[in-house]
Every structure is written in C-alpha cells, then in structure tokens.
C-alpha cells in the first residue's frame, strides 16, 4: 500500500523528526516555518522559557535564528525589552564618541599661532599690575619683559609662570582679566587684549593643561553600553533554544555586574585621586564584589524563576556598596560644591537603579492585572527605561567630576 505522505519527508525517519520540531511523527505532516513560528501562550512555552506566570500572550518558543533576527521588526512580548536597550546602547555610543572628541573643549588649538603678536603689542608691565591688583594671592610675575622679548621665539618660556595650579591660573585669566583690562583708560591695550578670555587665555591653556585621567570614565561608559547591548542580545536570542537562553541570560547578568561596578570608577577615581590608598580600596573592592557577583550567576540554580528577588537583592546590594565611598567623599570634600553637585547625581542614579530592581522583582503591574501587559507596559520594560535613565544621570554626574579634577587637579 502506497504512502500518501512526500517521499522527502518519509526519508527524513524519526531522527530528523526528533530534531525538528515542525516534522511530527505519526502523521508525518510537514509545517512550514511560516506557520511554525506562531506567538504562543505562556501554557505552551517549555519550561526554562517560563519566568513571568502574568505575561500570558505573544510569546515566541524555539523559533529559527533567521525568523529570531527578523523578528527584532515584528511585534511580540520582548519587542520592547530589545529596543530600549538597543537605542540605549547607541545613546551610549554617541556619548562614548562625544566625550572622546568633544569633553572637556578648553582650548582652540590653532589660536596659538597668534600668541606672539598678542604680547609683542601688549604692555606687559602694566598687565602685572593689573594681575595683581585683581588677584593679590597671585605670586609675583618677576620676568613677563622678558618673557615678552622670548615669547617670538620660545613658547616655552611660559613655564617661567610660577607653579601654581595650572588650571586654577587659566580660571582666573579668564574671568578676571576681560574686566579689569577693559576698564583702563588705554585704548591701544584695551583693542589688542579685549579678547582675552577667547584668545589669550585659550593660547596660554595648551602649555598649561594637563588633564586628568579619562580611563574611569570610559570604563563606565564602556560598563554601560556592554550591559544594555547584552541585555537586548539575550532578550532576542533567548527564545531559541534552551543551551542560547542558558548563555545569554548568563551574559546578560555579567552586563548587569558591570554596569553597577564601573559605575563606581569615575566617583571613587576623581574623588579619591589624591588618596591613592583609598582609591585603590574602593576601586579593588567594587571589582573584586562585581566579579563575585558575575561568578555567582553562572550557577545554573540561579536562573530559577523563583530566584529573581534573590537575583534582584543581589544586584542591589552590590550598588548599595558604594555607598561608603560616596559618604566618605562628602566627609573629605563637604565645602566644595562639586561634591555636593555630583552626589546629588548618584543619589538619583541609585534612586532610579533602586526602583528598578523592585518594579523587576515585584512584578509591578502586570502581577495587577495579567494579560494587559503582555505587548508593553510590563515590569521587565520598565526596569529597562529606568536603567537606562540611571546610566545616562550618571553620565552628567562623570562631566562635573572632569571639570572640577582638570580645574583643580588634586
């Protein structure tokens, strides 16, 4: 009796049935991957795919890598969890790009070429007297003739300045000389040193300037951008199979772990950068707790359902650990306004890192209302938005920190 079924599927045999879950045995009736991946309800999902009992619809279960990748333009559950992390990794990326050739711009490079011309013209003697009348800390400035006969030939001669903060010096140019200068009687000077604050200022800044360190900063933006654009990966990939969901969710808490670890390098580097001895502690510490925290998650018991709090309990302490430093910082620097501004910063960052922790834990408010959060809305969504709102708070704060270190140095 002959077979009704097509002679390519009878040859495929049980095994490559096995494999391929549209081949079912028995009848033998082939399914297209068109109608194989189909959004199924959570009923349906296998086991290691179910984490929220509330989200009820629009599930994807073990589709195809090529239908996963498309399915990035399609709407389903996890629509929303890949791109807020996607489009915040590529705010991260532009902020990455925007800090390496835009932050800090104090100088005008090419401006030096006029500095000769600048103090040729310029009655040295009476800008000394002027310099220290408007700034009577300020060390005597014994050689600016000669200085001035130099300057043609030597850039180099501004190193004859005393060594006071280079930074400090460059603020005080330039919000004290426009106004001082301007006011005399002389209009050949006032004509040739109107500009000072644009000009000689940022002409004298390049001999001056030795900014800080950037190293802490890029971590935490580097921290950043790995956590978000693992986080969006794994929520795309994981539906695949249950080895993909294992190790995406594993790289996705490592994003987690170094975000909140290199979220502490910019304050603990540029508040502690004077004290060497505490900021390698911070700095050790917060590396040692993240890479536990990392070491932790591989634990394959840890990706239970029924851990989440512990895994959202434990992200959170991790960031409640840096608490110390940042106290110990308004203890050193409680009479600069830096400090206050920038921990003003964190205090909102662990605010909105906080809450999102407990809206992912508690399940708020798909756990209200199931089913009418399955599309956007829920938790897991909103964690995301918080997060990457912590991050980006975190960055403004990285900005005050740069400006006060290369002003001040230490």
């Known amino acids: 009796m002959e077979s009704d079924e097509p002679a390519e599927v009878g040859q495929l045999g049980e095994r490559e049935g096995k494999r391929r879950p549209w081949l079912r045995r028995g009848r033998w009736r082939y399914r297209s991957v068109k109608n194989y991946c189909q959004l199924v309800e959570y009923n349906s999902l296998p086991g290691y795919l179910k984490d929220n009992e509330y989200i009820l619809r629009y599930y994807r279960s073990e589709w195809p890598i090529r239908q996963i990748l498309l399915s990035i333009f399609t709407i389903h559950?996890?629509?929303?969890?890949?791109?807020?992390?996607?489009?915040?990794?590529?705010?991260?990326?532009?902020?990455?790009?925007y800090t390496a050739t835009k932050v800090p711009k104090v100088v005008d490079l090419q401006s030096i070429q006029h500095l000769p011309d600048f103090l040729r013209k310029a009655d040295l003697q009476w800008i000394q007297s002027e310099l220290m009348a408007c700034l009577p800390s300020l060390p005597h400035l014994s050689d600016l003739n000669k200085l001035k006969?130099?300057?043609?030939?030597?850039?180099s001669s501004l190193e004859m300045l005393p060594s006071i903060s280079r930074w400090r010096l460059l603020e005080l140019l330039s919000s004290c000389l426009p106004h001082r200068l301007t006011s005399n009687s002389n209009q050949t000077d006032i004509s040739v040193m109107k500009n000072v604050k644009d000009d000689v200022a940022n002409m004298i800044a390049p001999l001056m300037v030795r900014p800080i360190a950037r190293w802490p900063f890029f971590a935490f933006l580097g921290g950043a951008m790995f956590c978000l654009l693992a986080s969006s990966t794994c929520h795309l990939l994981s539906c695949h199979s249950r080895r993909v969901a294992y190790i995406m969710l594993r790289l996705d808490y490592a994003g987690i772990a170094a975000l909140i670890a290199t979220s502490f390098y910019p304050p603990v580097y540029y508040s502690f950068m004077c004290h060497p001895v505490f900021c390698n502690l911070y700095l050790t510490m917060i590396t040692l707790l993240g890479v536990a925290t990392v070491a932790f998650s591989l634990l394959p018991v840890?990706?239970?359902?029924?851990?989440?709090?512990?895994?959202?309990?434990?992200?959170?302490?991790m960031g409640l650990s840096g608490v110390i430093p940042v106290l110990h910082k308004l203890v050193l620097f409680w009479h600069r306004p830096e400090a206050l501004h920038t921990t003003g910063y964190e205090v909102l960052?662990?605010?909105?890192?906080?809450?999102?922790?407990?809206?992912?834990?508690?399940?708020?408010?798909?756990?209200?209302m199931p089913g009418k959060f399955d599309i956007a809305g829920h938790s897991h969504q909103l964690f995301h938005v918080l997060v990457v709102a912590g991050a980006y708070t975190h960055y403004h704060a990285g900005l005050v920190y740069l400006k006060w270190r290369d002003l001040e140095g230490c």
């Open 349 to 368: 960052m662990g605010l909105l890192y906080g809450l999102g922790a407990l809206v992912y834990a508690t399940r708020i408010p798909e756990r209200w």
């Open 77 to 97: 559950n996890e629509t929303v969890n890949v791109w807020t992390h996607l489009i915040g990794f590529f705010l991260f990326l532009a902020l990455t790009i």
């Open 149 to 155: 006969h130099e300057i043609g030939s030597s850039l």
């Open 302 to 317: 840890f990706q239970s359902p029924e851990y989440r709090t512990l895994r959202a309990c434990l992200f959170l302490g």
